[in-house]
């Protein structure tokens, strides 16, 4: 025989085989991710993390707003952790259960970050690549915009917006929103530069497709990467913005608390020996940023394997 | 028979900020292509060659609409392509499609095969459906010659030549009449490009099309064109059949060119006299006054640097003061300077 049975026999199969799936570039990148155990160990301490601020408040004996009378006033000698009287974590100065109150802050803390990040992502995402594609003029004015901006001391308007329209979520959002997307523009629209003369984007041109279409199908998936790597390094960024703003006692507002609040009040009677309220939320403060910087890291390897 | 297009005096000028120079300073003009007239009739393949720099993807770009141009390119229909809106170009786009010099770079990494070879039907007919689009991608990867059960396959899963495949593919979807090719297989190799040029004149033999093949290499002009037009520093300097072109070249810078092909037997290669070109390209923002190539030129003379000659002789045109073969004095001419 001068044909090897077996192998037309796999060239026939293959012509007739069915569609075969492509592995796509995202899919390169997630095996990379799955491989990485930095990343990985990161990524747990986050899942972790989140489960604890989503159902943490399940196994609290106490509410976050109650107050413990047995302990009021002797906090240092009866309110320290201690399974017994259900305060895990211990109390608060005034006796409120620091457990609960660190779900709370979690939670918030949590919600500013990613809230933060996602404003920055969205808004500065197409900010960027807009400004980046059409270039000319309209680039001019849209990036003086944000040198003009980021030239603003951003803490001193925070604090301004605080204080004159009044401490409250929505105000802190909109004043982290207002900041995080800034860096995030600049990024993406350097990136955009760089494709928009990549013969796919011309070919694109070529054929008539609507630069509208051309920024979200072409541009942006190609941006995903390095957008995704610098979102993932931005939460914990917000979250310590928020955290200092907290801490300087502007932030979130009783009976409301975030890491940044419990840290400052934990901070404040770290002398009179109740070292357990500034050691439990700088606990999870600490984990969650270094779980996001792994992440973060490992996202690039993933992303880029050539820069590694 | 009606020409498909008519191109008359096309120029393309860009303004180049010299490095240091202040923002306000006045931009200085660089003519990437300095009026160029050509027909091409339909189902024809016009070659255009010449130096890297002297204009040929300019030109292509220009034609698609993706640099801005002056001059008059008349379709078949009599509309000015140049002088049409984005919006009113956007129905010629469809008949008019381009084919890139590096395969993989010119489709999108993050989209499937057929994702990308869809994309100039779904922005042109948007009236077909999901499955009727599927349908033609699939018989479209047949036609070229990929595996149409690879649709869901990703850019980088594929080798250089079928890339181009895929790159031809996308060109053909919207069944145009006239395709770009700007140095479509420059970036393969030698046994890849010549099935990749098979490739293209089979399909332009069955579907009618018209090519606009630009190449630096000569032989592979030679193979697949119809006529060739030699351009030098953004103007015309021959235009012909090919087989006049190839066969009595009358401009001296086509017979220089020509003279350059290596030849695959040792014998010819050795024998033949090659006429060297002494110097560089001229800066395209300061060209030489009156005919452009005649700074490097072994027949220039007091003419040719006061008067621009203008493209003459029909079907056989050439922009030369002093047509004609090359004579053994000027060839030796030539060489002494270049050895100089």
Redesign the interface.
Known sequence: MVIDQTKMQSLSD??V??????????ADARRRFWKNRAAMLGLSILVLVALFAILGGQFAQWSNEELDFSVMGQVATMGAPSLENGHYFGTDNLGRDLYARVVQGTQISLMVGIVGAGIAVIVGTLYGATAGYVGGRTDQIMMRTVDILMSIPYMFVLILLLVMFGRSMSMLFLGIGLISWLDMSRIVRGQTLSLKN???I????????SSF?III??IV??LLGVVAVYATLLVPLMILTESFISFLGLGVQEPLTSWGALISEGAGTMNYGTLWQLLFPLFFFVITLFGFFFVGDGLRDALDPKER | MSNLLDVRDLRVTFQIRREGDLPWAKPHPLHAVAGVDFTLRPGETLGVVGESGCGKSTLA?AL???VPATGKAQWVDGRDLLALTPRQ??AY??DI??V???PL?????????GQIIA??LT??RPDLGRAEVRDRVKAMMDKVGL?S??????P??FSGGQCQRI?IA?ALI?EPRLIICDEPVSALDVSIQAQVINLLIRLQKDLGLSLIFIAHDLSVVKHISDRVMVLYLGKVMEIASSHDLYGAPQHPYTQALLSAVPVPDPTIETAKTIVPLTGDLPSPMSPPSGCVFRTRCPRAQARCAAEVPALLGGDHAVACHFPGPLTQAEIDRARSADAA
């Open positions: 293959r012509l085989q069915d569609e075969v799936k492509g592995r796509s570039p995202w990549r013969e796919f011309e070919a694109a041109r070529a054929t008539g497709v279409r199908r072409h998936p190609n | 770009r698609i609409g993706l170009m956007m786009r469809q499609q381009m890139f010099q590096d770079a010119s489709l999108n990494p993050r989209m499937t095969v994309e100039p922005t042109h595996l059960n690879q649709i869901n396959r990703y980088h899963e790159g996308r919207v």
